[in-house]
Protein backbone atom coordinates (compact mmCIF):
# COMPACT_ATOMS: atom_id res chain seq x y z
CA UNK A 1 0.00 0.00 0.00
CA UNK A 2 1.52 3.45 -1.18
CA UNK A 3 1.62 5.71 2.02
CA UNK A 4 0.50 9.34 0.96
CA UNK A 5 3.34 11.85 1.25
CA UNK A 6 3.46 14.48 3.02
CA UNK A 7 4.26 17.64 1.25
CA UNK A 8 7.24 19.19 3.50
CA UNK A 9 8.93 15.40 3.62
CA UNK A 10 10.42 16.32 -0.38
CA UNK A 11 13.13 18.43 1.15
CA UNK A 12 14.81 15.66 3.57
CA UNK A 13 18.49 17.03 2.61
CA UNK A 14 17.37 20.23 3.55
CA UNK A 15 17.15 20.22 7.55
CA UNK A 16 17.08 23.95 7.66
CA UNK A 17 13.72 23.74 5.81
CA UNK A 18 11.43 23.00 8.99
CA UNK A 19 12.87 26.11 10.89
CA UNK A 20 12.17 28.45 8.07
CA UNK A 21 8.65 27.36 7.63
CA UNK A 22 8.13 27.67 11.34
CA UNK A 23 9.41 31.41 10.76
CA UNK A 24 6.89 31.65 7.98
CA UNK A 25 3.94 30.70 9.83
CA UNK A 26 5.30 33.12 12.86
CA UNK A 27 6.00 36.05 10.76
CA UNK A 28 2.05 35.44 9.51
CA UNK A 29 0.60 35.08 12.32
CA UNK A 30 1.90 37.96 14.25
CA UNK A 31 2.75 40.61 11.61
CA UNK A 32 0.02 43.82 12.50
CA UNK A 33 -0.84 45.73 9.12
CA UNK A 34 1.06 49.12 8.38
CA UNK A 35 -1.71 51.35 8.43
CA UNK A 36 -1.14 54.11 5.33
CA UNK A 37 -1.07 57.91 6.66
CA UNK A 38 -1.48 60.23 3.67
CA UNK A 39 -0.49 63.03 5.78
CA UNK A 40 3.18 60.96 5.75
CA UNK A 41 3.11 59.69 2.04
CA UNK A 42 1.76 63.86 1.06
CA UNK A 43 4.33 65.63 3.33
CA UNK A 44 7.65 63.66 2.65
CA UNK A 45 7.60 64.51 -1.08
CA UNK A 46 10.75 66.47 -1.42
CA UNK A 47 9.34 69.05 -4.00
CA UNK A 48 8.27 70.73 -0.89
CA UNK A 49 11.31 71.74 -0.08
CA UNK A 50 11.17 74.75 -3.16
CA UNK A 51 6.87 74.83 -3.29
CA UNK A 52 6.05 74.80 0.49
CA UNK A 53 9.26 74.98 2.85
CA UNK A 54 7.03 74.84 5.75
CA UNK A 55 5.78 71.76 5.27
CA UNK A 56 8.94 70.56 3.97
CA UNK A 57 11.10 71.55 7.24
CA UNK A 58 7.65 70.05 9.54
CA UNK A 59 8.39 66.85 8.29
CA UNK A 60 12.01 66.69 8.42
CA UNK A 61 11.56 67.94 12.51
CA UNK A 62 9.18 65.24 12.50
CA UNK A 63 10.98 62.02 11.15
CA UNK A 64 13.74 60.75 13.79
CA UNK A 65 11.86 63.09 16.62
CA UNK A 66 10.39 61.10 19.94
CA UNK A 67 7.01 62.06 17.94
CA UNK A 68 7.79 60.00 14.98
CA UNK A 69 9.08 56.77 17.34
CA UNK A 70 6.10 56.23 19.17
CA UNK A 71 4.03 56.87 16.49
CA UNK A 72 1.95 59.92 16.93
CA UNK A 73 1.52 61.66 13.72
CA UNK A 74 0.09 64.87 11.73
CA UNK A 75 -3.19 64.15 12.48
CA UNK A 76 -3.52 63.37 16.11
CA UNK A 77 -2.27 66.86 16.66
CA UNK A 78 -3.75 68.79 13.73
CA UNK A 79 -6.91 66.43 12.78
CA UNK A 80 -7.92 65.32 9.39
CA UNK A 81 -8.35 62.08 8.56
CA UNK A 82 -5.11 60.17 7.16
CA UNK A 83 -6.83 56.99 5.71
CA UNK A 84 -8.16 59.17 2.89
CA UNK A 85 -5.81 59.89 -0.45
CA UNK A 86 -7.31 63.30 -1.77
CA UNK A 87 -5.81 66.45 0.41
CA UNK A 88 -9.35 67.68 0.56
CA UNK A 89 -11.14 64.93 1.87
CA UNK A 90 -8.35 63.92 3.95
CA UNK A 91 -7.99 67.82 5.38
CA UNK A 92 -11.96 68.02 5.93
CA UNK A 93 -12.48 67.47 9.12
CA UNK A 94 -8.72 69.00 10.45
CA UNK A 95 -7.91 72.26 11.71
CA UNK A 96 -4.67 73.12 10.66
CA UNK A 97 -4.75 76.49 10.92
CA UNK A 98 -3.17 77.50 14.53
CA UNK A 99 -5.17 81.21 14.44
CA UNK A 100 -8.52 79.44 14.23
CA UNK A 101 -10.10 79.22 17.97
CA UNK A 102 -11.01 75.73 17.93
CA UNK A 103 -7.68 74.14 15.77
CA UNK A 104 -6.08 71.64 18.70
CA UNK A 105 -2.90 73.63 17.57
CA UNK A 106 -4.28 76.70 18.57
CA UNK A 107 -2.33 78.87 20.97
CA UNK A 108 -4.67 78.05 24.15
CA UNK A 109 -5.46 74.84 22.99
CA UNK A 110 -2.05 73.29 22.56
CA UNK A 111 -1.84 71.98 26.66
CA UNK A 112 -5.40 70.21 25.98
CA UNK A 113 -3.32 68.34 22.80
CA UNK A 114 -0.34 67.69 24.19
CA UNK A 115 -2.46 66.06 27.30
CA UNK A 116 -4.02 63.03 25.54
CA UNK A 117 -0.26 61.77 26.13
CA UNK A 118 1.05 64.03 28.52
CA UNK A 119 -1.91 63.98 31.59
CA UNK A 120 0.31 63.96 34.59
CA UNK A 121 2.09 67.10 33.27
CA UNK A 122 -0.65 68.97 32.26
CA UNK A 123 -2.08 68.66 35.48
CA UNK A 124 0.53 70.20 37.29
CA UNK A 125 0.76 72.96 34.35
CA UNK A 126 -3.04 73.65 34.88
CA UNK A 127 -2.08 74.78 38.81
CA UNK A 128 0.43 77.22 37.30
CA UNK A 129 0.25 81.51 37.19
CA UNK A 130 1.20 80.78 33.53
CA UNK A 131 -1.87 78.42 33.07
CA UNK A 132 -4.00 81.07 34.38
CA UNK A 133 -2.36 83.37 32.20
CA UNK A 134 -2.54 81.64 29.09
CA UNK A 135 -6.15 81.02 29.58
CA UNK A 136 -7.71 84.71 30.12
CA UNK A 137 -9.63 85.07 27.01
CA UNK A 138 -9.42 88.92 27.15
CA UNK A 139 -5.36 88.88 26.76
CA UNK A 140 -4.02 88.05 23.44
CA UNK A 141 -0.97 85.19 23.86
CA UNK A 142 0.08 86.07 27.36
CA UNK A 143 1.71 83.16 29.20
CA UNK A 144 3.30 80.27 27.72
CA UNK A 145 2.40 77.04 26.68
CA UNK A 146 4.01 73.52 25.94
CA UNK A 147 5.44 74.74 22.44
CA UNK A 148 7.27 77.69 24.16
CA UNK A 149 9.38 75.73 26.19
CA UNK A 150 9.54 72.23 24.61
CA UNK A 151 9.31 73.42 20.68
CA UNK A 152 6.33 71.44 18.83
CA UNK A 153 7.41 68.47 16.14
CA UNK A 154 11.06 67.87 17.39
CA UNK A 155 10.25 67.76 21.30
CA UNK A 156 13.42 69.61 23.15
CA UNK A 157 14.00 69.93 27.12
CA UNK A 158 15.61 73.09 28.85
CA UNK A 159 18.41 72.51 30.45
CA UNK A 160 21.06 74.90 32.21
CA UNK A 161 22.42 76.23 29.18
CA UNK A 162 18.93 77.68 27.97
CA UNK A 163 16.81 77.93 30.63
CA UNK A 164 18.08 81.95 31.38
CA UNK A 165 17.24 82.89 27.93
CA UNK A 166 13.64 81.32 27.57
CA UNK A 167 12.52 82.31 31.06
CA UNK A 168 13.85 85.88 30.29
CA UNK A 169 11.87 86.96 27.33
CA UNK A 170 8.85 87.77 29.77
CA UNK A 171 10.90 87.67 33.07
CA UNK A 172 12.73 91.05 33.09
CA UNK A 173 13.34 94.36 34.63
CA UNK A 174 12.31 95.88 31.20
CA UNK A 175 9.00 94.29 31.69
CA UNK A 176 8.72 94.27 35.42
CA UNK A 177 7.65 90.47 36.23
CA UNK A 178 10.01 88.92 38.44
CA UNK A 179 13.33 89.56 36.79
CA UNK A 180 14.74 87.30 39.53
CA UNK A 181 13.57 84.47 38.06
CA UNK A 182 15.54 83.59 35.26
CA UNK A 183 18.71 83.62 37.57
CA UNK A 184 16.52 81.31 39.83
CA UNK A 185 15.53 78.46 36.92
CA UNK A 186 19.54 78.47 35.71
CA UNK A 187 20.87 77.66 39.76
CA UNK A 188 17.68 74.96 39.96
CA UNK A 189 18.52 73.37 36.86
CA UNK A 190 22.24 73.40 37.61
CA UNK A 191 20.76 71.57 40.79
CA UNK A 192 19.24 69.36 39.18
CA UNK A 193 21.90 68.61 36.63
CA UNK A 194 23.71 67.78 40.25
CA UNK A 195 20.71 65.11 41.01
CA UNK A 196 21.61 62.90 38.15
CA UNK A 197 25.39 63.21 38.40
CA UNK A 198 24.45 61.63 41.47
CA UNK A 199 21.94 58.97 40.67
CA UNK A 200 24.66 57.75 38.04
CA UNK A 201 27.43 57.13 40.46
CA UNK A 202 24.80 55.58 42.73
CA UNK A 203 23.65 53.19 40.14
CA UNK A 204 27.48 52.47 38.94
CA UNK A 205 28.77 51.77 42.48
CA UNK A 206 25.50 49.56 43.93
CA UNK A 207 25.01 48.79 46.96
CA UNK A 208 22.37 51.32 47.42
CA UNK A 209 18.85 49.67 49.72
CA UNK A 210 16.49 48.60 47.16
CA UNK A 211 14.02 50.84 49.13
CA UNK A 212 15.95 53.58 49.17
CA UNK A 213 16.88 53.66 45.59
CA UNK A 214 12.82 53.23 44.41
CA UNK A 215 12.26 56.38 46.43
CA UNK A 216 15.39 57.98 44.84
CA UNK A 217 13.55 57.05 41.30
CA UNK A 218 10.51 58.28 42.20
CA UNK A 219 11.62 61.72 43.84
CA UNK A 220 13.15 62.46 41.04
CA UNK A 221 10.18 61.78 38.40
CA UNK A 222 8.34 63.62 41.35
CA UNK A 223 10.68 66.67 39.96
CA UNK A 224 10.10 66.26 36.49
CA UNK A 225 6.32 67.08 36.85
CA UNK A 226 7.16 69.12 39.25
CA UNK A 227 8.63 71.38 36.91
CA UNK A 228 5.27 72.04 35.30
CA UNK A 229 4.18 73.77 37.38
CA UNK A 230 6.41 76.60 37.89
CA UNK A 231 6.55 76.81 41.74
CA UNK A 232 9.88 77.77 42.09
CA UNK A 233 10.13 77.54 45.78
CA UNK A 234 8.46 73.89 46.15
CA UNK A 235 10.95 72.37 43.26
CA UNK A 236 13.71 74.30 45.45
CA UNK A 237 12.98 72.35 47.97
CA UNK A 238 12.58 69.23 46.84
CA UNK A 239 15.61 69.34 44.95
CA UNK A 240 17.43 70.05 48.74
CA UNK A 241 15.67 67.28 49.81
CA UNK A 242 16.63 64.93 47.20
CA UNK A 243 20.44 66.20 47.01
CA UNK A 244 20.38 65.39 50.63
CA UNK A 245 19.11 62.31 50.33
CA UNK A 246 21.48 61.35 47.72
CA UNK A 247 24.73 63.02 49.52
CA UNK A 248 23.74 60.56 52.24
CA UNK A 249 23.68 57.57 50.11
CA UNK A 250 27.02 58.48 48.23
CA UNK A 251 28.88 58.85 51.73
CA UNK A 252 27.23 55.46 53.02
CA UNK A 253 28.95 53.59 49.64
CA UNK A 254 32.24 55.50 50.02
CA UNK A 255 32.38 54.59 53.70
CA UNK A 256 32.21 51.06 52.90
CA UNK A 257 34.20 50.85 50.14
CA UNK A 258 36.92 52.60 51.79
CA UNK A 259 36.28 49.86 54.95
CA UNK A 260 36.64 47.14 52.19
CA UNK A 261 40.09 48.77 50.50
CA UNK A 262 41.61 49.30 54.48
Not at 28 to 47: E, T
Not at 170 to 176: F, G, L, M, Q, R
Request: charged share 25%; aromatic share 10%; proline share 5%.
Amino acid sequence: MMRRQIWWSRFPSTPIFPFVLLSFFLALFFASPVMADSCIDCHKDSKFRVTNKKIFDYYQNWQGSVHATEGVSCADCHGGNPKLKSKKAAHVSAKINPSQSKSPVHFRNIPATCSSCHEEYYDHFRKSKHFEKLSKSKEKQQGPNCVTCHASVNTAVLNVNTVREACAFCHNVKEDNHPEIPDKAEALLGQFLSIHRFYRYLTVKGGVDQTVFMEIEKRTNDLFVDWHSFDLPTIETRTNELLTLLKEQRDIIRKKNKKKGG
